[in-house]
């Protein structure tokens, strides 16, 4: 009964949609912090100070590889190369693994030092300092949600091209998945000078 | 009734899965906007419920059926169920699924999983919006505005009502990406843009508000839930936050939302004028663009909710003046309905009596709204019951008598059977009367300076809020006798041909109700603009 | 539909790509350690915008797409200038 419909770019348009709401989410802690940062700005310096730049940089190189590797991936895909897709795919989710991990030591080393939202430490270095926290680990942690989901997404996406239900002639879904991906991706690349590199 | 059986039953017999599965997991179009309809009639009917207890507890000075704290959960519940799970879906995602594909020519939206995901995201927002009633620490007492900083600190379930909210967010943002997608890849062939239905254009432009402007209420509830559960107080100006920067995401999604909730009603009316003027609309394209320009204007006005927040005067002014601009396309809509119904050949059907209602009633909405617009008469009537009234003749008398008038026109469409009219126009009128009375009264008792969400008042207020009170009797009983009308119409009512009205766009032209992949064999070819109306008569009935 | 797929991109410009992004991460990090006063700030928001382009662009395909996709991320993009200006005629005057 059903007549089969496809519209692949239909499909991608639709993603792209789905993108602008995540730009738009993130964007309501991006005005926030704008606003905190001109209402802040020593602090706000002094704060980012207490951010490991080491643990930063590194995640963005990982995240902007890991990007590679997908990017990699999809044009894997279009050319018929299922083989090698499925690696940059194992390699993307073991980049994001790397990411994840990393965060995990940076907010541990963190939380030790009694820097956390409504932690006692933190409300004495006062509301500019406080501020700045405060806004870092809920737009790392949606953040870090994101790779979560991302990762996850990935990995289905590759067990459905061992089965061949993502193939070179349909491969919506990987390149999908590809474009979430590549949002995480943006998402940190403002996330890291924001939050790390202020002076 | 044996003809029941042998009749023709469209949609509604034929699916892959039978019985109540076939409802559950489908992904028809048509049987997700049936079952929209049905949760949203039904909250809607709560929600009229808690608005009249709210009226009763305003008979008279003093606690009379309720106290203090009840009072602010009804008003809270009352808003909340309206606005995220009455007026947001009503338009668009009940008639908006129903409708749009049949009018583009299209078999159904561009992604049906997605669809059905929206209406299942739908349920689980009611499903929390009811246990945040029913459990914690009572029933959210905040508005359904949770402004900070009481949303963060009362002790009431607001968490639970913020999570509501998010998930009847999320469902919103993922019907408005299918709109938007459905839109541009599946109209028909033919199917221009200057060929579209002017419903069509206004839940074009409802999407696009719906996928820019949704995620920042998301975000903005995340925070509050945040700030509640983790003490991350970024509103909390203790620990370097601004409470009025919650203002300022809230309405950034929020005044936009008006315009979700308004723009699929201004659809509906300019379908349901052209085909009872017999004339094709007034000015196409200037109908066409104001939608899309109330969108855009409509993204750029929010802080006038917060003259009164402290916030600067510059930017009272910058957006007092914008608020004036929507007036603009806004008019434009409402002069090109008046020059539609210019020597035209008038019908008074009933979805015509509540077209024709909501010219009059959202004209004095509107004209309310440019009141509270300017920055100076804003100040004296903030947060009084002028707003209550204005924003009730906007939504309630714009939006929902759209609604009824969306509900009048197409039922037959889609149950195949006509109501009875003398009782519809019965109900129109008592709801007309009992309707300007009771929102009329309230403007008027708060020009005198009764503020709002207070269950008590001074002396002096008690003859209009009796009014008030008495017309919000009227109105309900005006729409008991429609919604009986209506489900007797539905059950028993006579069976209509394709088109009972004479209207010109394409879901008149396939049976009613429509069959399971609306067209036949054949995909539809369209060679005509929505509103030419020559040759089209209506079947008789 | 010939739209309906792109071709594929080459490796190659993939990876010239990364090679271009892991360089604007290490000049903004570099940038960063000079003080310029609020200069700073919009250096950093000028690398990463570029940053993002060139992932946009590139990796994201829409240099394959159609105009249609353009004019929808110009779209959002403008919405969110104005949400950013405007929330910002409140907080810098008040």
């Not at chain 2, 009992?434 to 009264?441: E, I, K, L, P, R």
């Not at chain 2, 009014?467 to 119409?489: E, H, K, P, Y």
């Amino acid at each position: 009964m059903t007549i089969e419909h496809r519209d692949d770019t239909g499909a991608r348009f639709g993603m792209w949609l789905f993108l602008y709401t995540e730009v738009i989410l993130f964007s309501g802690l991006f005005i926030l912090y704008a606003i905190s940062l001109s209402k802040f700005p020593e602090q706000f310096s002094a704060a980012s100070h207490k951010l490991n730049i080491y643990f930063g940089t590194v995640n963005t190189l990982v995240l902007l590889t890991s990007s590679l590797t997908f990017a990699l991936a999809v044009s894997a895909i279009q050319m018929g190369r299922k083989k090698q897709c499925l690696r940059f795919c194992w390699a993307t989710i073991g980049l994001a693994v790397v990411f994840l991990i990393n965060k995990y030591f940076e907010w541990s080393a963190e939380i030790a030092h009694g820097i956390y939202p409504g932690s006692e430490t933190l409300a004495e270095m006062g509301p500019g300092i406080t501020s700045f926290f405060n806004l870092y680990y809920l737009t790392t942690g949606l953040h870090g949600l994101h790779v979560l989901i991302g990762a996850t997404l990935i990995a289905v996406v590759a067990v459905l091209t061992v089965k061949d239900r993502v193939t070179s002639d349909r491969y919506t879904l990987l390149e999908n998945s590809a474009l979430y991906w590549h949002l995480v991706d943006l998402v940190w690349i403002f996330v890291f000078p924001l939050y790390y590199l202020i002076l | 009734m044996s003809e029941t059986t042998s009749r023709y039953g469209g949609f509604f017999q034929e699916s892959p899965r039978p019985g109540i599965l076939g409802w559950l997991l489908s992904t028809d179009h048509k049987r997700i906007g049936i079952m929209y309809l049905c949760c949203i009639t039904t909250m809607f009917i709560v929600g009229v419920c808690l608005g009249l207890a709210l009226r009763l507890e305003l008979f008279a000075p003093g606690p009379t059926i309720m106290g203090a704290q009840t009072y602010n959960a009804t008003f809270t519940v009352h808003g909340v169920i309206m606005i995220f799970l009455f007026i947001i879906p009503s338009i668009p995602a009940a008639f908006g699924n129903l409708l749009l594909p049949i009018m583009i020519g299209a078999r159904d939206v561009s992604f049906p999983k997605l669809n059905l995901l929206s209406w299942y995201c739908y349920i689980a927002g009611a499903i929390l919006a009811v246990f945040a009633i029913f459990s914690g620490g009572g029933a959210p007492d905040t508005g359904w505005t949770f402004y900070v900083p009481f949303s963060t600190q009362t002790t009431t379930n607001v968490n639970l009502a913020v999570m509501a909210a998010f998930m009847l967010g999320f469902s919103s943002i993922l019907t408005g990406i299918n709109f938007v997608t459905t839109i541009h890849r599946l109209r028909a062939k033919g199917m221009g843009w200057g060929r579209l239905p002017l419903f069509v254009w206004t839940l074009y432009s409802t999407a696009w508000i719906q996928v820019l402007a949704t995620p920042m209420l998301a975000i903005t509830l995340v925070l509050v839930l945040m700030e509640r559960v983790l003490g991350a107080g970024l509103f909390d100006a203790a620990k370097g936050g601004d409470p009025i920067l919650f203002q300022h995401l809230f309405w950034i999604y929020s005044h936009p939302a008006v315009y979700i909730m308004i723009l699929p009603g201004m659809g509906v009316i300019s379908e349901v004028i052209p085909t009872f003027a017999r004339k094709p609309l007034f000015g196409y394209w200037a109908m066409a663009l104001s939608s899309l320009a109330i969108a855009f204007a409509g993204s750029l006005v929010w802080a006038h909710h917060m003259y009164a927040s402290g916030m600067s005067d510059f930017s009272i002014m910058i957006f007092s003046l914008l608020t004036f601009i929507v007036a603009i396309p806004s008019a434009i809509k409402i002069f090109n309905w008046v020059s539609t119904l210019y020597k035209g050949s008038i019908q008074l059907a009933p979805p015509m009596l509540f077209a024709l209602s909501f010219l009059f009633l959202f004209a004095i909405g509107g004209l309310g709204g440019l009141a509270l617009g300017a920055a100076a008469s804003n100040i004296h009537l903030h947060d009084t019951t002028f707003v209550v009234g204005h924003f009730h003749y906007t939504m309630f008398g714009g939006t929902g008598f759209a609604f009824f008038a969306a509900l009048h026109y197409w039922l037959p469409k889609f149950t195949g059977r006509m109501y009875k009219h003398k009782p519809a126009v019965i109900a129109w009128a008592l709801m007309f009367v009992g309707f300007n009375v009771t929102y009329m009264a309230m403007q008027a008792v708060g020009i005198q300076g009764m503020p709002r969400r207070y269950y008590d008042y001074v002396p002096e207020f008690t003859t209009l809020n009796q009014v008030a009170t008495v017309g919000s009797w009227v109105l309900a009983l005006g729409l008991i006798i429609m919604f009986v009308n209506l489900w007797q119409g539905i059950r028993h009512g006579r069976p209509v041909g394709n088109n009972p009205w004479g209207g010109t766009t394409l879901e008149w032209q396939v049976p009613s109700p429509p069959p399971l992949e609306n067209f036949g064999a054949e995909d539809p070819v369209v060679t005509k603009g929505p509103y030419d109306f020559k040759g089209v008569v209506a079947d008789d009935y | 539909m010939s739209e309906q797929t792109h071709k594929a991109v080459p490796y190659r410009t993939f990876i010239l790509i990364w090679v271009a992004l892991l360089t604007l991460t290490l000049t903004t990090v570099a940038v960063s350690r000079i003080d310029l006063g609020a200069l700073n700030i919009w250096a950093a928001l000028l690398i990463a915008s570029l940053k993002s382009s060139l992932v946009i662009f590139v990796f994201m395909h829409l240099r394959q797409e159609s105009k249609l996709f353009k004019l929808g991320l110009t779209a959002m993009l403008v919405i969110l200038a104005v949400f950013i200006g405007l929330t910002f005629t409140d907080v810098l005057y008040r």
